[in-house]
Structure formats: C-alpha cells, structure tokens
C-alpha cells in the first residue's frame, strides 16, 4: 500500500489527499494511525461517525 511505502521511505508527507473513491474506514484509520492528515469529499452513500470515540 502507498501509504506504508511513503512511512517506510520516510518520505516526508504530513497530509494526503484523495477521491471520495478511496474514502473507506480502513484506509482512513491506516493513514490516522501513520499520524497523517487526510482530506477527502465522502459519498452520500457513507456513514460517518465523528463522536471520536466519546
């Protein structure tokens, strides 16, 4: 996956953008667990809970 090959690169990235396409919460979390920031639009299909674990 690119985002373990950019951490293993050490290539110096601190956000990532992508297409609603790839807006799923396995890579989401994969990329929040790397410390990134993401941006990205989100299907109307999507759920989404932001209560941040609360």
Known sequence: ???AL???KKIPVTKVLMDSWY???RLM???DN???I???PLKSN????DTVGV
């Not at 999507?46 to 809970?49: C, I, K, M, N």
Request: proline share 0%; glycine share 4%; aromatic share 14%.
């Open 34 to 36: 790397f410390g990134k």
């Open 29 to 31: 979390a994969l990329i």
């Open 23 to 25: 807006a799923t919460q």
């Open 46 to 49: 999507r759920l989404v809970d």
């Open 6 to 8: 950019v951490n293993k």
């Open 1 to 3: 996956m690119m985002i």
């Open 38 to 40: 993401y941006y990205c």
